[in-house]
């Protein structure tokens, strides 16, 4: 029992720190993991392991410094898109390679930016207007150069079907980029709001508590008022008219999340409220102040920690909630918003699953872990559940 305790505790702080370093990584610059921002492939693209027969999304890059010739392989059908991007110097040219003959793509010096679906540009190089471009590039398998004849620098992009890890969501950015970025939104809301409403709830029930008398009426009444309200309409409303940014979340989140805490930490000052031991500090004059937060606040401490850590998933699961109903900052990406940009975007219908199930899995894996976290720390707090827990484990395994 012992050695099966110690190993689930170690995957408990295993997947804490997994989490960590991901969300560090994810607030190093705007690119996390070197995976890159923006549009990086077609809409949709399916994950690199998804289907070997689909041609990935990739760069060729040839210049008068580094090379001039840049080869490649190429076993698939014709891409969805090709363009060339860079700049020419004068007397110079870019030549592009096929197994079935040759093409010269520019030889205008300046910026070069060209797009191969242009009818002017299929004129250019002598081919009807009407004729699929990526056919004529790519007619068939077999190795293929991106040449440069003179200075400059030229990058011919080539837009398969396939990219990265996760694929591409509707507007064609990496989803894995997208879910670590949203790891660390998820985490910052979740955690901030909690704490903000384990501190208002902390305040509120030692203050209900320890006075008693109309204080205590009115408090309990507040919460009371505020638990019978419905939350998701109520969050809907405020995050309308307050704002969508991250922190008017988390605050608005905090305001409707420390009733519980409220009462459970006033519900433990009570009984302490009249102990010997209290009597005696109020006897030899100790101030309120004093004996609230030097000797009340850590008799609560091991239960607020483990609200903190219960709390946690309900924070995660309504920011998910109000970014899936639309509620949050559109330029913040987050589990919940990826979800209702799969929705809103034709993921479902498109059958890009990769785009849905990765924000899904996310939310469901961090809740779990910090609920088990909480339950961790409530047996922790109270022996009687650990003794409980453990009786329970033992019959199952018998």
Not at 188 to 202: E, K, Q, S, Y
Not at 368 to 397: N, Q, S, V
């Amino acid at each position: 029992m012992k050695k099966a305790e110690k190993i689930k505790n170690a995957k408990r702080l295993m997947s804490v720190l997994s989490l960590a370093l991901l969300a560090a990584l994810a607030a190093i610059g705007s690119t996390p993991l070197g995976l890159k921002d923006g549009q990086v492939a077609p809409p949709y693209s399916k994950p690199h392991w998804l289907d070997s027969k689909v041609a990935s999304t990739i760069e060729l890059r040839v210049s008068s410094s580094d090379g001039d010739s840049a080869a490649l392989s190429w076993v698939y059908s014709p891409p969805l898109r090709v363009w060339l991007t860079g700049t020419l110097g004068a007397g110079s040219a870019v030549r592009w390679d096929t197994p079935s003959g040759d093409f010269t793509l520019t030889r205008e010096p300046g910026e070069i930016d060209l797009d191969f679906r242009d009818i002017p540009f299929k004129r250019a190089l002598g081919i009807s207007p009407f004729h699929d471009m990526a056919h004529a590039l790519f007619p068939s398998r077999g190795e293929y150069a991106l040449s440069l004849a003179g200075s400059g620098d030229a990058v011919m992009r080539i837009e398969g079907g396939r990219w990265g890890l996760l694929g591409t969501d509707h507007r064609g950015r990496d989803v894995a980029a997208l879910f670590v970025m949203g790891l660390r939104v998820s985490l910052i809301v979740g955690i901030a709001a909690t704490l903000i409403a384990t501190l208002l709830g902390l305040s509120l029930g030692l203050l209900s508590g320890y006075a008693g008398g109309l204080t205590d009426a009115l408090i309990m009444r507040a919460v009371d008022v505020l638990l019978s309200i419905p939350t998701l309409p109520i969050l809907m409303v405020i995050a309308g008219i307050w704002g969508k940014d991250l922190w008017s979340l988390v605050v608005i989140l905090s305001i409707f999340s420390w009733m519980g805490t409220a009462r459970t930490v006033r519900a433990m000052t009570l009984s302490l409220r009249d102990s010997s031991w209290v009597e005696g500090l109020r006897a030899i004059g100790a101030p309120r102040g004093y004996i609230l937060f030097r000797h009340l606040v850590p008799e609560t401490l091991p239960l607020l920690l483990a609200n903190v850590a219960l709390g946690v998933p309900g924070s995660i699961l309504a920011e998910a909630g109000l970014s899936f109903l639309g509620l949050s900052d559109p330029r913040l990406p987050s589990w919940g918003r990826m979800l209702h940009d799969a929705h809103m975007f034709g993921a479902f219908t498109s059958g890009a699953w990769w785009s849905i199930l990765p924000a899904g899995i996310g939310i469901s894996f961090i809740c779990l872990i910090f609920m088990d976290i909480g339950h961790k720390l409530e047996e922790m707090a109270d022996p009687r559940l650990a003794a409980l827990t453990k009786r329970k484990t033992i019959e199952e395994t018998s």
